[in-house]
């Protein structure tokens, strides 16, 4: 009798029953193309013939993956605190050993090993606090304001719960640029809040309009609550550097509409463009005086995957929070406890970050050295890029100013579009897969990114070394040559 009940019985979870909000999650960035991608990968592996030796993977920003050297001292302090009995080897310079012993004096039995506390370690909070002070000129932050995190998304995704209330029309609207980063309209999705666009300047170089963003909330409050405000600057996937003047526009709009702002600021060390320059949105709020800086509620976020480090996989990152209600607070700090704590040596690699060698110490000449050139050659290679973009005709890239990302416009000839109707794809998720097949170039579509009705786009990385990007560009440009005449 069990045996027959046992197998009559069907699964409890099913997609039927599961979490509705789940299945309209979508992360383009690693999406059906970087699945097809992984197979292709494992074809040229078991022999099989391509019109490819290697799949180039440009849709991600892993700076290590794609073939960038780890900095020396990041990772001697990480060595030193993973294994402790190397602080007694005369290889490690005195500058990375006083650092690993701080940290490790900081955490439980001395060993990374241990929980932190939920917040993250106090003196790593306290470097983070002393480190956003130098960058903004001296404009005081407090450690209690600091709060650690598995890399900027998970702490984005966390303040977003707290702000995603209501029903109907009183649902949390949640204002986010289009393109961009698909982690935003995913956390929307999971969490039921309702995802408010407001479109970049594309004929101004992705440029932010606060006449859009006006438009943008003039609209959604016909059906929802916006609440929140959601800034990419440096911009992801568009590469777009915000001048001061739309920075403060941003946050006169925010106060005007009562808008609580996120800034994801994780690119805020990759610059290039001549005359750009990257203003915090801390900063910024603090010297438009007390009308602002008393008043409007800001999150800022930061990273240790991107700028000159590219550790993706240690997952350290932080958020700064200003003007919170003090009960909130108490709300967020419950909240990250629930977790336990961030991983530890994502919290040291965040630390040797915010309290780099100086001036004088052993290992100052070398990191300067090191950083350097990391961020001049994504300089090069962002120009670079622009450049080989715009020789082709159909192809429109603007200037990447920032971050490690193009985003070309690119033409797609009406009977693509119709052949990929056909298939039910997006034109664009149709002709990036036909890049992958052909030319084992792989790059995410800009339909996962969003973007105006009847353009078509992909974000391709910048992080390949030069020789192998000169050749992904001259790839990408043989390829759309053909693929214009074959669907002409």
């Known amino acids: 009798m069990s045996e027959v009940l046992f197998q009559s019985r069907g699964k409890v979870l099913t997609v039927d029953t599961m ?9 383009a960035v690693r999406g059906p193309i970087v699945i ?10 078991q022999g099989v013939k391509k019109p490819f030796t290697e799949v180039i993977k440009a849709n991600i920003g892993d700076a290590h993956a794609l073939g960038q050297r780890p900095i020396t001292f990041l990772r001697q302090v990480i060595a030193l605190c993973a294994y402790p009995d190397l602080l007694n080897d005369n290889k490690f310079p005195e500058d990375a050993k006083e650092r690993a012993r701080r940290i490790l004096q900081a955490c439980g039995g001395g060993s990374i090993g241990a929980y932190s506390a939920s917040q993250g370690i106090d003196c790593v909070r306290q470097d983070v606090a002393q480190y956003i002070e130098r960058r903004d000129g001296g404009i005081p932050s407090d450690p209690n304001n600091i709060y650690l995190s598995t890399g900027a998304s998970d702490a ?23 393109p961009q980063y698909p982690l935003y309209s995913a956390a929307l999705s999971e969490l039921g809040a309702v995802q408010v666009n407001y479109y970049l300047d594309e004929e101004n170089c992705w440029a ?32 777009q550097v915000q001048s001061r003047k739309c920075i403060e526009d941003v946050i006169r ?11 994801d600021e994780v690119y805020q060390d990759n610059i290039y463009a001549q005359g750009c320059q990257f203003h915090s949105f801390k900063k910024v709020l603090y010297e438009m005086g007390p009308e602002y800086c008393n008043t409007v509620e800001l999150a800022s976020f ?80 962002a120009q670079l890029t622009e450049e080989i973009f715009n020789t082709v005709p159909g192809i429109k890239c603007n200037p990447v100013q920032g971050a490690m990302y193009s985003f070309p416009r690119i033409e797609i000839p ?37 973007q105006r009705e009847g353009t078509h786009h992909f974000r391709m990385t910048i992080l390949p070394p030069t020789e192998k990007l000169r050749i992904l560009l001259n790839k990408l440009k043989e390829f759309h040559e053909r693929f214009t005449r074959e669907y002409s």
């Open 253 to 263: 709009f925010a106060a005007e509409e009562k808008l609580f702002l996120m800034a």
């Open 156 to 178: 984005i995704v966390t303040l977003l719960k707290l702000l995603v209330s209501g029903e109907g029309r009183s649902r949390t609207g949640v204002l986010i640029p289009i």
């Open 414 to 450: 009406d009977k693509a579009v119709k052949e990929a109707q056909a298939k039910g794809q997006s034109p664009d998720m149709f002709y990036c897969m036909k890049l992958l097949e052909e030319m084992g170039i792989c790059v995410v579509p800009g339909s996962g990114f969003g």
């Open 208 to 239: 932010l309009d606060v006449q859009e963003l006006r438009r943008a909330v003039t609209a959604a409050r016909q059906h929802c609550q916006p609440k929140v405000l959601c800034i990419i600057n440096p911009g992801n996937p568009t590469g």
């Open 302 to 381: 930061h990273s240790t995957s991107k700028c000159y480090m590219g550790e993706c996989g240690f997952r350290g990152g932080y958020m700064e929070v200003i003007n919170l209600d003090p009960q909130v607070k108490l709300q967020l700090t419950k909240l990250v406890s629930v977790r336990l704590c961030p991983p530890v040596p994502g919290q040291v690699l965040l630390d040797v970050i915010t309290n780099p060698p100086r001036e004088g110490e052993p290992s100052y000449k070398q990191f300067i050295k090191e950083k350097t050139a990391v961020l001049n050659n994504l300089a090069e290679k």
């Open 19 to 27: 979490n509705p909000a789940v299945k309209k999650v979508e992360y």
């Open 36 to 45: 097809r991608a992984v197979e292709l990968e494992k074809e040229l592996k």
